[in-house]
């Protein structure tokens, strides 16, 4: 084995680590055998109170105007210190769904108030029937207490969710029922299958970079298209996509074929092999060839910024940061600059995404 093999070996164990081991390290959980649960839940409750009568604006998370879910989202970390997802979609993954007669202050409720077949509306629940939410029209708006019994939220409640452990009383009571209780059939046509839970997506790009091995300036390094797949699961959200990128510094088409796993709603690495259609030069030159290499391929970071609907699907920016692998003619590493210059590309574009379901339903 060459000096070049081991060093890539060592490089490609190191990305593989990192993809199986950081989502555990990043995860944050609460205790579910938390004593002071129902302690918790109402200091999550207590702090969204103080916040009634401010403003909604589209995309803000405080501390003077919040949305929906920026609410919800901005409550959770400031109280009780737990960072949920940003978005009502994602929260809505992220939470445990329970049956509403479980439904205690601290859990989360969902509403559709649009034709999406996803949640978009969020509250907090505070008790007798009452939630805290920031509403974007009706007669209030800005962050206000209705209650569910009322005939609009009625017609558009969907389900309430957990992310927090339930208080000893309703522990102790959940027990009794499991002692007691037979099992209950689930209706089938409420399962979730595999295919509901298949999130696609689709980007257009721009590619740049602010330098060759000659000299720093802003470059303009070429397009790109990308299709994505994911599968939305709880803790692990893995996929697989394809890029077709036209990269105009070293003269080439690339075509890699990656894995991803998105680590939370705005951060996504993914790595795999690159094909290239055509010779490539160094950037920057018109006659000095470089090797392209298939295998290590592509490693990149995505992220994205909050997602706003239209329609059944969402939009986001996204800024891409990845580094595709050149060689030598003859086999061997080029210079850290030339290598850097070579496949060190920034990707700016637009993503649009909508889960499998919709497609279909």
Not at 6 to 25: A, G, K, Y
Not at 302 to 327: M, R, W
Request: aromatic share 12%; with cysteine; charged share 20%.
């Amino acid at each position: 084995m060459t000096r070049n093999d081991r060093n890539r070996l060592i490089i490609w164990v190191w990305i593989t680590s990192f993809v199986l081991f950081t989502p555990h390290l990043c995860a944050q959980t609460i205790n579910q055998n938390d004593r002071n649960a129902a302690e918790t839940r109402q200091t999550f409750v207590d702090y969204g109170k103080k916040y009634i009568g401010l403003p909604y604006v589209s995309g803000a998370t405080g501390p003077n105007a919040f949305d929906c879910s920026g609410f919800v989202y901005a409550i959770s970390r400031e109280s009780i210190g737990y960072q949920l997802p940003r978005t009502v979609r994602a929260i809505y993954s992220a939470c445990k769904i329970i049956d509403d007669t479980r439904r205690e202050p601290g859990d989360l409720v969902f509403f559709k108030t649009t034709a999406s077949e996803e949640p978009s509306h969020i509250g907090i629940y505070i008790g007798n029937s009452q939630f805290l939410h920031c509403a974007s029209d009706g007669p209030n708006t800005g962050v206000i207490l209705s209650s569910l019994n009322e005939s609009y939220w009625k017609g558009k409640y969907y389900k309430t969710g957990s992310f927090l452990p339930a208080s000893k009383s309703l522990r102790e009571a959940e027990q009794t029922e499991t002692a007691s209780v037979s099992p209950v059939t689930v209706n089938s046509s409420e399962k979730t299958s595999f295919a509901d839970k298949i999130i696609l997506d689709a980007t257009a790009a721009l590619d740049w970079n602010f330098f060759t091995s000659r000299n720093f300036k802003l470059n303009f390094r070429g397009l790109a298209g990308t299709v994505h797949a994911m599968y939305d699961g709880r803790e692990l959200k893995p996929g697989l996509g394809t890029t077709i990128r036209w990269d105009s510094g070293t003269g080439t088409v690339q075509i890699p074929l990656f894995l991803s796993l998105t680590m939370t709603e705005n951060l996504r690495i993914f790595a795999g092999p690159v094909f290239t259609i055509g010779t490539p030069y160094l950037p920057g030159t018109s006659d000095e060839k470089i090797k392209r290499s298939v295998f290590p391929g592509i490693l990149g970071l995505s992220f994205n910024t909050p997602s706003f609907k239209a329609g059944k699907t969402e939009l986001c920016f996204v800024q891409d940061i990845h580094y595709t692998v050149f060689n030598d003619t003859d086999g061997s590493a080029l210079s850290v600059l030339d290598s850097l210059a070579s496949g060190l590309v920034f990707s700016s574009g637009l993503r649009v995404t909508v889960p499998l379901r919709s497609l279909y339903k």
